[in-house]
Structure formats: structure tokens, C-alpha cells
């Protein structure tokens, strides 16, 4: 079911950037917090200015006030200035220059080591960690912590980009950054004001008929909502003049083609082992 705007709502820009040209009825339950949130867009270009310590600290107090299963807080944060230390980050996710040129890296961990630490400070046993689900924990308490931080970033006025390539050579990015056994890096996150000549802009996201499930999970408005995504975002290319080849689907397809696809990832299991995760 795709979802079409009530007869005498006006166009809520914000809602129009994020759904392409699919109008949402979300219009009505709008508030400044939620239009932050849909103002987001990934920044890849960053002046050189540093961010403040105190702004450092107010992302990471927005970080640490997300959700914790049992509130083990599994995570932890390395925030790298270091120009060197940046540059060989960036060298280990693909060389991806705007890790280069953030003037700040957070890098997120799933962290076991510290309640690993707390458990044999007191003799107790810490068998639990050993489990896949422990290492899950960590990860969801994270991404949690890293969304937060994300947000709060852009409420001051700062740029943010996700960089999943920190797990592309995971053993290289713990040595770099001193990491204990059963520390990982999730996710980096470049921080930075953003360059106002090289401006990103909102990306369009599937319609909510995509995403959104009333009671039970149903697949049916699912071909003709990834068809009206493909559009949108060729229109979102277009304007960007962004060259990318081929539709949405088949570009996303080809990013899971196989092993090969996933830049050194396949390996994540091996890895995870040799950071001394055990992974029951
Ligand atoms: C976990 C995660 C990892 C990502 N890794 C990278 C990355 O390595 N490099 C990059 O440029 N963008 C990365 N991104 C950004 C996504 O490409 C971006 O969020 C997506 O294209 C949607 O665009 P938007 O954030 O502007 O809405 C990552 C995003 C997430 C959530």
C-alpha cells in the first residue's frame, strides 16, 4: 500500500526529502527533535576545524544515555585526533579519504573486556562472555551508543559518516588503537564540521509500506515499493549527479553477490577468533 498525503495536507519538506517523491503521513506528529533526525544525511567532506572538547563530551554523554541491555554498557569509544593515527585508520578501511580528513575518529567497540576485567576483580566466573550472544549484546549496545552519539553530533551543527570499512582488516585497526583481547571495532565515525562547498544531501529512504509491518509480517506492497525506490533514488543520483550504474536493487544485489563482494569481510569469523572472541 502505498501511502498518499491527505487532501489538503501541504508537503512537509523534510518528509519529501526522505521518502523521494512518496509523501508520508507523518506530517502530523512532527516535532524540531524528529525533523533533526530526518535532516540526516552522511557528510564525507569536513573542514580541518577540531571538535571541542566539550562537544566531544556532550556526544559522548548523548552516547552513554542510549539503552543498555541490562545495562552492562558492552561498549566502549577510541576518539582518535591523531593526524598519523587517522591516516592509517583510513589506509585500513579502504582508503577512504574522508576517514583521512575528519578532524575526529570515533571508533566504536564491542567491548567484553572490561566485564571480563570486573568478573576476575571479584573471582567470580565470566563463562558467559564466551557466547555468541554476549558478543550480540555488545554490538546492539554499540550501535545503540553510536546512534545517539550520531544525533547529537548533528543537533551542534557537526557531520557525521558511519565507516563500516573499520572491519575490513579488523586484527590491523585493534593493533593500531592498543585494543585489549575481546575488544572489536564495530563501526568508525568520522566527525567534523561539514565543508559548506561540497554540501550532502538528505537521502532518500523505501517508502514505510517497505519497512513497516501492521500485526504480521506481509511481502505484498514489497515489488512495487522497490520499484518506486529505484526511481526515487535515480532521481537522488540525477540530482547529485552522482554516476552509479544500474538501479537500487541491483546495485545493493551486487553488494552481496558473494564473498568477494564484501572487502575482506568474509573473513570476519577468523578474525573475530583472533581477537579472542570464542563465539559459542
Ligand atoms: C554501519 C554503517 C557502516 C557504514 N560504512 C560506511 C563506510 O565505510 N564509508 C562510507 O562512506 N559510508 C559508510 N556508511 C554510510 C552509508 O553509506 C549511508 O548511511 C547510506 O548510504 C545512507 O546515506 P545517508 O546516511 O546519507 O542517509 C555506513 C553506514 C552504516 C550505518
Redo the contacts with the bound molecule.
Keep these: 500500500m502505498s501511502v498518499t498525503p491527505g487532501p489538503h495536507r501541504a508537503p512537509h519538506p523534510g518528509l519529501e526529502a526522505r521518502y523521494g517523491s512518496t509523501a508520508c503521513p507523518a506530517a502530523d506528529a512532527l516535532n524540531p527533535f524528529i525533523e533533526q533526525l530526518l535532516s ?3 557528510v ?1 567532506a569536513y573542514l580541518p576545524d577540531p571538535v571541542s572538547e566539550a562537544e566531544l563530551a556532550a556526544i559522548i554523554a548523548a552516547a552513554q544515555s542510549a539503552a543498555s541491555s541490562s545495562n552492562l554498557n558492552l561498549w566502549s569509544v577510541v576518539a582518535v585526533r591523531d593526524a598519523d593515527t587517522r591516516a592509517q585508520l583510513a589506509h585500513c ?2 582508503d ?1 579519504v ?2 583521512r580528513e575528519a578532524p575526529l575518529q570515533l571508533v566504536w567497540l564491542a567491548d567484553l573486556a572490561r566485564l571480563r576485567h570486573v568478573a576476575a576483580q571479584l573471582g567470580r566466573p565470566s563463562a558467559g562472555l564466551d557466547y555468541t550472544e554476549l558478543f550480540l549484546t555488545a554490538v546492539i549496545d554499540a ?1 545503540l551508543a553510536a546512534q545517539n552519539a550520531a544525533a547529537a553530533a548533528e543537533s551542534l551543527g557537526l557531520g557525521t ?6 572491519r575490513n582488516q579488523p586484527e590491523q585497526v585493534a593493533t593500531l588503537l592498543g585494543l585489549p583481547s575481546e575488544a572489536f571495532a ?3 565515525m568520522c566527525v567534523g564540521r561539514p565543508d559548506p562547498t561540497k554540501p ?4 532518500p ?1 523505501p517508502a514505510q509500506s517497505v519497512v513497516l509491518h501492521h500485526e504480521r509480517y506481509c511481502q505484498d506492497p514489497l515489488d512495487a515499493g522497490v520499484e518506486a525506490y529505484n526511481q526515487a533514488m535515480a532521481r537522488f543520483y540525477e540530482a547529485q549527479q552522482m554516476k552509479v550504474h544500474g538501479t537500487w536493487d541491483v546495485h545493493s544485489a551486487k553488494r552481496i553477490a558473494g564473498p568477494e563482494s564484501l572487502s575482506g569481510r568474509d573473513r570476519l569469523v577468523e578474525a573475530l577468533h583472533a581477537l579472542g572472541f570464542k563465539l559459542k
Aim: proline share 0%; glycine share 16%; no cysteine.
Design positions: 540526516h544525511r552522511s564525507r578501511a579502504g577512504q574522508h576517514v550501535a559518516v558511519y565507516i563500516g570499512g573499520m564495530v563501526f568508525g550532502a544531501a538528505v537521502k529512504r
